[in-house]
């Protein structure tokens, strides 16, 4: 699928921001901890979560869709995840640890690399050794056995999924695990508070050194997936781009400190309890060193967001990718057919802001993708962006979302 871009038009108005994808993934993963009925509120209807979904109905759950709410029940038929579905998103890992936990086997296809990098899962693998799980890794295919056991483990890098998949396996372990240099996402934290809802013993939640006292027995839980700070950060991202003034509602702005710390050295963006606003003044001279490290720094999702404002700006930024080892080179030449004047050296990409203009780009990951559309809507002229099959796992209509604050979107299968 293709957006058939008119740029130029600067954006205005308001838009609700839904529940963020990595939530959902992760607490659908942790439904598995238990057969009682899980209920998750605020889930959006995005391709990567229907897949997810599809997934654990194909191992025996149960699950229900009521507009954004999702019912999980009942317990697996199966440990042995379907290649065909497995590896249709990254998010399907998440399924290793709650499984490994509540049924002390698993078979899952890896899904492999992607276009922002190789993706290993060495974290996730010597963690469950750590608790005393026999792991046997055959490149694309994973197979896990034994009851985990409660250890001390220190994650050599603060692995979002890692550290998700860590969390389920010690909350039903026996005896008591110390997790160290732990995830702190918001989405890891919403993992940790609904496992403490569902009766698991954590203490430290929020922190980066977990202690988790391994219980029998889960319990259901009702839960609410928080706000996708992306999404928030994408809409914000193109209003600036076009140099226009948006709010964004039902966001959490405490979420967003790192990105608004960036916007603010161009634009003006006001915080209240639930919405972020952004108004234009001129065109911003640039936004100096920015490097993406793990949460509450700067984010790698919102690294394509920033590439693109940068390249539309009226002066020099440099952007360091440290987390993945692809995921500025193929950004950065796209938006250099529009005009832009990047040069990506390793993971540093030295960017002179430029007038851009249209173009036909092609997306190759899901946020790299948002970033190719907002370039658009700044650029003068009508650009196609391809690949959008990409942009839709993650986003929910992000064309409609954006022609409702004034954009000239039009979809082209
Ligand atoms: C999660 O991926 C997110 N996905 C990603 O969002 C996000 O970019 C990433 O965290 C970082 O914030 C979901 O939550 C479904 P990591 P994850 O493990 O867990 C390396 C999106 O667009 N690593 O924190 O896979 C890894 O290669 C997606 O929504 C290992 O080397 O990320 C990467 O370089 C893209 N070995 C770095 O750590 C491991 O065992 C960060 O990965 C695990 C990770």
Redesign the pocket.
Known sequence: MDYIISGGNSLSGEIAVYGA??CA??LFGASILTDDDVVLHNCSDIV?VVNMLLLLQSMGKKVKRQGDTVTLCGGLTSTCAPQALATL???S??ILGSTVARYHQIALPLPGG?A??????????YGLQALGVEVLNAGDMVSCRGTPKGAYYKLR??????T?NMLCACVMAKGSSTLVNC?V?P?VVALEQMLVQMGAKISGVGSSELQVEGVEKLHGVEFTVIPDR?VAATYLAAAAATLGSVTVTHCRPQHLGAFVNILSKGFDVDCYENTVSLSSRNIPNGYGRVETA??PLF???MQSLLLTLAACSRGQTIVVEN???NRLEHNASELNKMGADITVKNNAATVIGKRLHSSTVAAS???GGAGLVIAALAADGVSTVGGIEHVNR?YVDLAGSLNKLGADITEKN
């Open positions: 994808k990595n993934l992760a990567d998103l990254r998010g890992a998440l992607c922002i990098g190789s993706r290993p899962m060495d974290i996730h693998l890098f603060a692995s979002v999924g890692a998700e995830a996402e989405e992306i793990p949460y984010p790698t999702d987390l993945f080892e990951d899901l946020r993650g």
